[in-house]
């Protein structure tokens, strides 16, 4: 029996994954969570096979869930999911040790195949997302200022394009305000913004968030 967490923060997502995986019968999902932190928890008390990890999740996040969950266990194998397929999002979870990437919009079947692949001990990526990380290593002078961010950059940008505040994102990530406004500057230089309204202007353009989800 394949033993897995799923977390996810909305609620209806978490069901109706949920409801995918228990036609199965190698799997058992023996758990959920709807934040970085209690990803982990829930792993450190479980010992899942397989984790469905959200990429955007309140506290923590997935990608730094991800990393906790893989120095935790080697055994482990996550699978982050997202609604955004645009590079760098996959090669950062890919490269922070996730073994698959799947988009929210995947077929059931593919999620089931991925966790199978996953298990088995292989890479997953769907066919257009290992095109696209492919591509974008053998041109580096791609036109996505995204990519030069570091995974701590990339969380705090993705977290004020949502309107987050400085406060909360330094409480969620367990830092002081101080530090995120350091990374946040750091940021600005690197992309050439000046104002996080520019920052979430320039997300958009490169895809990185949802417009309807602002």
């Not at 019968?25 to 397989?50: H, Q, T, Y």
């Not at 990526?125 to 791609?142: F, G, N, V, W, Y």
């Not at 101080?178 to 895809?207: I, P, W």
């Amino acid at each position: 029996m394949i033993k897995i967490i799923l977390a996810d923060d909305h609620e209806l997502v978490r069901t109706g994954i949920r409801r995918i995986l228990d036609d199965v019968k190698d799997f058992s999902v023996i758990a959920e969570a709807k934040s970085g932190e209690e990803a982990v928890l829930c792993c450190r008390r479980n010992a899942p096979d397989v984790v469905l990890m959200d990429v955007s999740m309140p506290g923590i996040g997935g990608l730094e869930a991800t990393k906790k969950v893989l120095r935790m266990s080697e055994n482990t194998r996550v699978i982050c999911l997202s609604m955004h397929k645009e590079h760098p999002i996959p090669a950062q979870v890919m490269q922070a040790g996730a073994f698959g990437f799947l988009t929210k919009d995947a077929e059931p079947d593919e999620m089931i195949r991925a966790i199978y692949k996953v298990v088995s001990g292989q890479k997953y990526l769907a066919p257009e997302i290992a095109q696209s990380i492919a591509i974008s290593k053998l041109t580096p002078d791609s036109d996505n200022p995204f990519e030069v961010l570091s995974d701590r950059e990339l969380n705090i940008a993705l977290r004020l394009t949502r309107g987050q505040r400085v406060p909360d994102i330094a409480q969620e990530l367990s830092i002081n305000a101080k530090t995120v406004n350091t990374y946040r500057y750091r940021m600005f230089d690197k992309l050439g913004v000046t104002t996080d309204v520019e920052l979430t202007h320039l997300a958009l353009r490169h895809k990185l968030i949802d417009p309807n989800t602002l």
